[in-house]
């Protein structure tokens, strides 16, 4: 037999495809580079945030009531409690009045309906306006100025939650000279509560009289100096159902 010796073009050819046969059998099997990755899992969805609930939102109250948005208390139930106490001023309702009101502040009320003086002092009023207020808690404050033919004056309370119901008490205020002519101008009101006035000091015993220093002027004049001095309050208005 004899061989044709192959020429380099043929040897090219033929380790060329050896080495091609040797990658497809090395190659694993299995593998689809065309298959579709897996998609990436969706971001979770937040919630959206619950609306905020504006306390001064439908709230139930008479016409000739005011709450400026400026006074806005931080629960919807203080701003109803607040607002059902100046309705029940504004109207004279003073069943209304006796709920809101602590066991105290009812004592007096009862006192004010049987002289008539919650009838009169409730007749004209034109205006009751919101001009300070606070809340912390279940404790809180407010100042009312109720505005009538006559002018406008400001009365304060306390408020407590009590078994998820406020009730109100009077509170003296510091400034009790509480009087102008239209209830806007109390606005901005400071709730500071006024500090009872104490008793000034005894003064110092006097001497003995002499004998020939008993005439009835000079006694007199000692009676005057000797007598003690006297408590001084706050003028002005106060709250009516504020009790003592």
């Known amino acids: 037999m004899t061989y044709q010796k192959r020429n380099p073009a043929q040897a090219?050819?033929?380790?060329?495809?050896?080495?091609?046969?040797?990658?497809?059998?090395?190659?694993?099997?299995?593998?689809?580079?065309?298959?579709?990755?897996?998609?990436?899992?969706p971001a979770p969805v937040m919630p959206a945030p619950a609306p905020r609930i504006d306390p001064l939102d439908n709230l139930d109250m008479d016409p000739r009531v005011q709450f400026p948005e400026s006074r806005t208390p931080q629960t919807k139930a203080f701003a109803q409690a607040v607002a059902t106490l100046a309705t029940a001023i504004a109207t004279g309702d003073s069943d209304q009045m006796d709920a809101m009101l602590d066991?105290?502040?009812r004592a007096v009320l009862e006192k004010l309906r049987a002289?008539?003086?919650?009838?009169?002092?409730?007749?004209?009023?034109e205006t009751v306006r919101v001009v300070a207020i606070e809340?912390?808690?279940?404790?809180?404050?407010?100042?009312?100025?109720?505005?009538?033919?006559?002018?406008?004056?400001?009365l304060a309370w306390d408020a407590k939650n009590v078994g998820d119901q406020w009730l109100f008490t009077g509170l003296k205020l510091a400034e009790d000279n509480l009087i102008a002519s239209r209830a806007s101008e109390f606005d901005g009101l400071t709730l500071s509560e006024a500090?009872?006035?104490?008793?000034?000091?005894?003064?110092?015993?006097?001497?003995?009289?002499?004998?020939d220093d008993r005439s009835p002027n000079k006694k007199r004049a000692k009676?005057?100096?000797g007598s003690k001095r006297q408590r001084t309050g706050v003028p002005g208005r106060r709250n009516p159902l504020r009790p003592g």
């Open 195 to 211: 500090s009872l006035p104490e008793l000034l000091p005894e003064p110092p015993p006097l001497p003995a009289a002499d004998a």
């Open 115 to 125: 002289s008539g003086s919650w009838s009169e002092q409730t007749a004209g009023v």
């Open 103 to 105: 066991p105290s502040a």
């Open 135 to 154: 809340e912390t808690e279940d404790v809180g404050k407010v100042a009312l100025a109720i505005q009538d033919p006559a002018g406008a004056y400001a």
């Open 223 to 225: 009676k005057r100096s």
């Open 12 to 41: 090219a050819r033929t380790a060329v495809l050896f080495l091609s046969a040797a990658v497809i059998l090395m190659t694993p099997t299995g593998c689809n580079d065309s298959e579709p990755q897996q998609a990436a899992a």
